[in-house]
């Protein structure tokens, strides 16, 4: 099992541009969520997905979004990036048979986005 | 609201010394609570967890007691190792929402 893949791992993008951050997870989990890491900071999160076709935001969605077409992928997309977006960003994938998630999380190496 | 308070680092440990990283929480229902680790340049790690009150979860030498009467779940090792240095996030997830809650994280350096 490759478990949590992400890439890129590093990008730098101008103000503006715009990028899709892939995230894929191969143990069938349901939920899949996006978090970003700003240096001295906890992690925030940005969006999440309980299964495919549903997705909810978490506490910073503003200036992403992300689709859950199917079970292993859970793409974030950033439309106008900028300076604010400069973070590491990591996707994560539990299991629950419950109505909400009180399960282990299992994160992705992270990538590294700088705005300029 | 759900929220996690730990202890601010950086914290430098001699080899073999003990180690302990508090971390108190907030939260609405009946949270599980988490310690993840990251090393350098990798992502987190379930380190261990404790899903009830009074519970102790264990792993690799470290340990911690899910103590509802302080709202507490302090991260404890006897003998720290220069692999231990990392940065270690205690977090929770709560029966009220689909979402995990982290803490800011605190940076261990182990000198031999």
């Known amino acids: 099992n490759a478990g949590v893949t992400q890439t890129p791992k590093f990008r730098i993008l101008k103000i503006g541009q715009s990028m899709t951050l892939q995230c894929a997870q191969d143990?069938?989990?349901?939920?899949m969520y996006w978090y970003r890491q700003d240096p001295g900071m906890g992690l925030k999160l940005i969006y999440y997905?309980?299964?495919?076709?549903?997705?909810d935001k978490g506490e910073v969605p503003n200036g992403y979004n992300v689709s859950r077409s199917t079970t292993e992928d859970f793409p974030l997309r950033l439309e106008l990036a900028a300076p604010s977006q400069t973070s590491v960003y990591f996707c994560?994938?539990?299991?629950?048979?419950?109505?909400?998630?009180?399960?282990?999380?299992?994160f992705g190496p992270g990538t590294r986005l700088t705005v300029l | 609201g759900n929220s996690v308070t730990q202890m601010e680092g950086p914290v430098t440990l001699s080899e073999e010394a003990f180690l302990t990283i508090n971390c108190t929480y907030t939260?609405?229902?009946?949270?599980?609570l988490f310690w993840y680790v990251q090393y350098p340049g990798e992502g987190l790690q379930l380190l261990l967890k404790?899903?009830?009150?009074?519970d102790k979860g264990s792993n690799k030498g470290f340990e911690a007691t899910y103590r509802k009467e302080t709202t507490s779940f302090h991260l404890e090792k006897g003998s720290v190792q220069v692999s231990d240095s990392a940065v270690y996030f205690c977090?929770?997830?709560?029966?009220?929402?689909?979402?995990?809650?982290f803490g800011t994280g605190t940076s261990l350096t182990v000198i031999p």
């Open positions: 994560a994938s539990s299991y629950s048979l419950q109505q909400v998630a009180t399960d282990t999380q299992y």
């Open positions: 143990m069938n989990h349901n939920y």
């Open positions: 997905s309980v299964g495919a076709g549903i997705t």
């Open positions: 939260a609405t229902g009946y949270p599980s």
């Open positions: 404790a899903t009830k009150a009074d």
């Open positions: 977090a929770l997830s709560s029966y009220t929402g689909n979402q995990f809650y």
